[in-house]
């Protein structure tokens, strides 16, 4: 089974500056699916940024980037010129590129709540 | 981004009842819903995959007695928690995939609480 580390519980850094946020997978599969999702007070999950093993290229969106190490089985999230708006909890998640069964539902890490000071 | 919606989105039972929630992909089909589980201040566990037209797939240690998952047309999905006792309160989660651009997209959730 894959299971999904994030060993920082709470991150606070002050607006504008950036901030780094860790995450640690185990696995025994070589194609797979990584995400880091948003998790604000509404409780709703949004998107933040995905990136596929197979490619080898650090996925970005706007401020959001990663840091895929594949073989270090490592994927932090950097968060740019953070904003009032970035406070929420951070989810690490982890993807079989199986299908069925159950397979390509997620895997969660314990999450990391993120403090913005203005 | 596409929608997902969940009904209700707060519920009160007693203790002995059963509830139903409902998940529905408002702008695509999902073939496959996902069912998840968040107690106080912890992570999202995988409940159950439900799969359109089949029967669900429920992860290790979730009882498909009591969680009935039901997924009859390509925009709903619906989860059934009979006989709901104290300890069945919680946040669940559910999420809707996108065939076309493999991506998981959630619904706002359902808080239970059972008295």
């Known amino acids: 089974a894959q299971t999904v580390t994030q060993s920082q519980p709470e991150m606070s850094v002050q607006e504008a500056e950036t901030v780094t946020l860790s995450c640690t997978y185990d696995?025994?599969?070589?194609?797979?699916?990584l995400f880091w999702y948003k998790q604000p007070p509404s409780r709703q999950m949004i998107l933040v940024i995905r990136?596929?093993?197979?490619?080898?290229q650090n996925a970005t969106e706007n401020r959001f980037s990663v840091n895929f190490q594949k073989a270090a089985k490592s994927f932090s999230l950097k968060i740019s010129d953070s904003q009032l708006g970035d406070a929420a909890m951070y989810f690490c998640?982890?993807?079989?590129?199986?299908?069925?069964?159950?397979?390509?539902?997620?895997?969660f890490g314990k999450g990391t709540h993120l403090i913005i000071q203005p | 981004g596409a929608v997902v919606s969940q009904h209700p989105s707060r519920v009160i039972c007693k203790s002995g009842t059963s509830v139903k929630i409902e998940c529905r992909s408002l702008?695509?089909?999902?073939?496959?819903m996902f069912w998840y589980r968040q107690f106080p201040k912890q992570s999202l566990m995988l409940m159950a995959t439900?799969?359109?037209?089949?029967?669900?797939?429920?992860e290790q240690g979730v009882e498909k007695d009591k969680f009935l998952i039901n997924h009859a047309s390509l925009t709903l999905s619906t989860l059934t928690v009979t006989s709901a006792h104290p300890e069945d309160s919680s946040f669940y989660i559910c999420?809707?995939?996108?065939?076309?651009?493999?991506?998981?997209?959630f619904g706002p959730g359902t808080r239970l609480t059972v008295l």
């Open positions: 439900s799969n359109e037209g089949s029967k669900a797939t429920y």
């Open positions: 990136q596929e093993a197979y490619k080898q």
């Open positions: 999420s809707a995939r996108d065939y076309h651009s493999d991506t998981q997209y």
């Open positions: 696995t025994s599969e070589s194609d797979y699916y």
């Open positions: 702008d695509f089909q999902a073939t496959t």
């Open positions: 998640a982890y993807r079989s590129s199986y299908s069925g069964g159950g397979a390509d539902g997620l895997t």
